[in-house]
């Protein structure tokens, strides 16, 4: 990885001698066991971090809602400026980060690159919308009174993130909590921990230089059991959660356990119609792109293209013609399209899957198979696959975490796309291909998709930061990101003032005394 200049990536992330893994901004401490960091893409330990224990955890928490005091106190406006430098810091160390997240997580250089200027995209956002916390103003019924609302800040906004976005999704909430004046606790995932402590060490520089408390960024490290520590933590007014459906189960049913705010981020099963009034290039960009980058490795991933009978055909060849084109190597490597899966764990999941669709009727059109030899030493090099499959195969229905794609094919109007379009357990990205608005805007209608994202002639991953991010059904239904996400991180206070001498009441109830 070297000859990529991983080294200097490390030195400049402050990566260099790995050894803590718990902070409340610059102070660093752990007491736990040990994770290495190996990199899918060539195998070698990256670095090691420790655990937190409880004890470590109890610290974090004090840090955090003593920070929360003083924080919630500063005007919006001014920790908008906060954010703004943590923007810059960002810029600078764009293309470090880019790397590590690259080296650690294994998607290509560009879109570790991407990852990290969507963390600039939502610092900007946030800027702005740091004098924008507008609540309403409302006409009151009783004579002599004002009547308003205001959001607050929360407090302690606990974070838990995915392996596949390992910087991004993190900015995505702290942006938000931060100018909202929350404070933020931040657990990794265990398989991307070094790009934790990457953005940990670049948001305590901000704070030191500010002279701000340190536990307005914290950080946590371990696997589900540290997690768990905040579903069960009331000091925790909000638990934000991305990762799988299963996850998401466990987290939701743990907070509302203690009536505390969730906001889940969790699986997808995405599909794209190709109605005969497709752009069959525009078609096949976005599909590859959509099944293969990231190695199929992301929340909108295209999982399955619903082609009708008519052109089915025509675009299958087309498709297939292009995964003949893919190179897969190295994701340092700017020649290659694809890289490694996040593990050997996962590489098992894919190979479960290709068996599975076989065993369920499926026809393989283009063949998997995990790759071995000079630069696939790590094991986690596999091919992207296609199979020819049924919605309701068990396989179909599940989303495997991986760059295999399913062909169905669907016969008469839009609407039965649709229907098979809707038909699985998840709701977060959707996509169209047509020039047809009849089919374009039914597609968008009530009747239409039932997701959270419902994109036309662009495919179904690529998310811009200014919407609102997330799904419906079993992805969880929660919003992050852009339009009014930043609602989740405050709390809504009603309030009505009387300027007069008498008190009325409401509904024109009487009350003499
Ligand atoms: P995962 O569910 O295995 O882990 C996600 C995080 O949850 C990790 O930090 C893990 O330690 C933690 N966790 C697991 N069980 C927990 C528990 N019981 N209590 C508290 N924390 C717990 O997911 P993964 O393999 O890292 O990521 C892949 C999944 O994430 C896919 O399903 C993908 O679709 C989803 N994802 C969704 C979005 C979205 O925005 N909708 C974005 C990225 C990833």
Redesign the pocket.
Known sequence: ANQFGMTEALQQLGLAAINEGTSTGNSWFSNGEIIESYSPVDGQLIGKVKTTTKEDYEKVMKSATEAFKTFRLMPAPQRGEIVRQFGQKLREKKEALGKLVSYEMGKSFQEGLGEVQEMIDICDFAVGLSRQLHGLTMHSERPGHRMYEQYHSLGVVGI??????PVA?WSWNTALAWIAGDVCVW?????TPLCGIACQNIIAEVLKENNLPEGISCLIN???????W??ADVRVPLVS????????K??AQ?VAGRLGKSL?????NNAIIVTPDADIKMTVIGAVFGAVGTAG?????TRRLIIHESIYDKVKDAIVAAYGQLKIGNPLDQNNHVGPL?DTHAVEMYNKALEKVVAEGGKIIVEGGVLSGEGYESGCYVKPAIAEADNSFEIVQH?T?APVLYLLKYSGEVENAIDLQNGVAQG?SSAIMTNNLREAERFLSVAGSDCGIANVNIGTSGAEIGGA???EKE??G?R?SGSDAWKVYMRRQTNTINYTTKLPLAQGIKFDL
């Open positions: 838990i993130s995915a392996f596949n976005f999704v657990k990794p995932s265990e398989k371990g696997d589900y059991k540290v997690g768990e905040m579903t959660a991305t990762g799988s459906t299963r996850m998401g466990i987290v743990a889940l981020e969790l699986g997808g490795q992301r929340c909108t991933s996040i989303e975490f977060l991010f997330g799904g992805t969880g929660g992050e």
